[in-house]
């Protein structure tokens, strides 16, 4: 394979760019050619008789997989076949978990959100959505005038003594310059994050935090409206969820004085196990085969993507190979882009067959073997 020689780094970052971005967007491009032959008379001289057949016959897609390819299209598409540019970091796992999410509440979601985490706001929305509006009307409601995010941040802080604690903490040494930047690291460590909170009789809240130079969200669920919040003015209301006159006490001294009640125990988190990467199964098929890793790499070894085994790239395989193989794939693009960072162009060029291996391995399958893997695939991520 011919290497191109770039002139220097600026062009070879916008083919890149470029193509990555034509990644990103295919599954869209192919939802808008699926949406003209359902809604056209495109398919008139083809044989087939809807755009369900066209697809299903010869291309292996079912009817939910062309249903996710046009909704995608439709909600986050620009009208034809390119997503919206703030959804263009989207994945087509993430955002086919995001169809059914309200307008207001995918606008608060971030790619660097997992999978898992948006079904858990997902989640809460559905909770939120299946209460109906007799039952909230007759939920405990206390009229009061109270800015409603003093009540979130009261209520939020009631089953998070850890957050409470800290805030406290931080309050009472620092409140001042910098403390802002000290209550978005306690609420979102990450550097972003959602909070959710539910009020009896108001409904379910979040609030997105993203960093202090960005203003905090605040999202109504039931009512489906967002607000944007200045951080002087979420710091207000912390102060008033937390009182001034209280910060010289103890944590549960405060805690008690706030909400008449001891404060839970502060629980830490159990220390997590290393995942495993290889089943005992994988692992006794290659110690028959005699292929035992050496016991230490160097470092430029170590960082190299690592290349998929001939074996296991020829013949017909099951469902749980093709996800492991479709699986690799994002770990070689990953081990491409460091060697690419360092300028190593040997070692993406090897990662690159390595990856047009295992790619031609996967279209050597049989097409329903692949769409039934990757179905199950994106609905386990």
């Known amino acids: 394979m011919a290497i191109i020689n770039y002139s220097d780094y600026a062009s070879f970052e916008k083919r890149f760019d470029s193509c990555m971005l034509a990644t990103a967007n295919n599954f869209v491009a192919i939802g808008y050619l699926l949406k003209q032959a359902r809604d056209t008379d495109i398919l008139k001289e083809s044989g087939y008789s809807s755009m369900g057949e066209f697809a299903r016959n010869r291309y292996g897609l079912d009817e939910s997989k062309t249903s996710r390819f046009i909704a995608i299209c439709e909600k986050f598409g620009n009208g034809e076949d390119r997503l919206i540019p703030e959804y263009?970091?989207?994945?087509?796992?993430?955002?086919?978990?995001?169809?059914?999410?309200?307008?207001?509440?995918?606008?608060?979601?971030?790619?660097?959100?997992?999978?898992?985490?948006?079904?858990e706001i997902k989640q809460e929305v559905k909770d939120e959505q299946s209460i109906s509006p007799v039952e909230l009307a007759l939920e405990e409601n206390e009229k009061t005038d109270e800015d409603i995010l003093i009540t979130i941040m009261r209520e939020y802080l009631r089953s998070r003594p850890e957050e409470f604690s800290d805030l406290l903490e931080a309050f009472k040494d620092h409140d001042g310059p910098g403390i802002t930047q000290m209550i978005a690291d306690i609420l979102a460590p990450a550097g972003i994050g959602i909070l959710v909170q539910r009020i009896s009789g108001k409904g379910k809240f979040m609030l997105k935090i993203d960093g202090i130079d960005n203003p905090v969200t605040l999202v109504d669920v039931r009512n489906e409206t967002n607000t944007s919040v200045t951080w002087d003015h979420f710091y207000f209301c912390i102060n008033e969820a937390l009182p001034y006159n209280l910060r010289n006490l103890k944590a549960n001294e405060a805690y008690r004085e706030i909400y008449g009640e001891d404060m839970p125990e502060i629980k830490k988190e159990p220390e997590k196990k290393p995942e495993r990467i290889k089943t005992e199964k994988k692992a006794e098929k290659k110690k028959k085969n005699n292929k035992i890793a050496p016991a230490q790499k160097s470092e430029k070894e170590a960082a190299k993507p690592e290349p998929t085994e001939k074996e296991d790239l020829s013949g017909a395989a099951g469902q749980e190979e093709i996800q492991q193989a479709y699986r690799k794939t994002f770990e070689i693009i990953r081990g491409i882009e460091k060697r690419l960072g360092e300028r190593d162009w040997k070692g993406a060029h090897d990662g690159a067959d390595v990856l047009s291996d295992t790619i031609g391995w996967i279209r050597e399958q049989n097409p329903e073997d692949i769409n039934k893997a990757l179905d199950a695939e994106f609905d386990n991520e």
């Open 88 to 119: 263009e970091s989207f994945g087509y796992a993430k955002l086919s978990e995001m169809l059914l999410l309200p307008d207001n509440i995918s606008e608060v979601i971030t790619p660097e959100m997992t999978r898992e985490e948006i079904r």
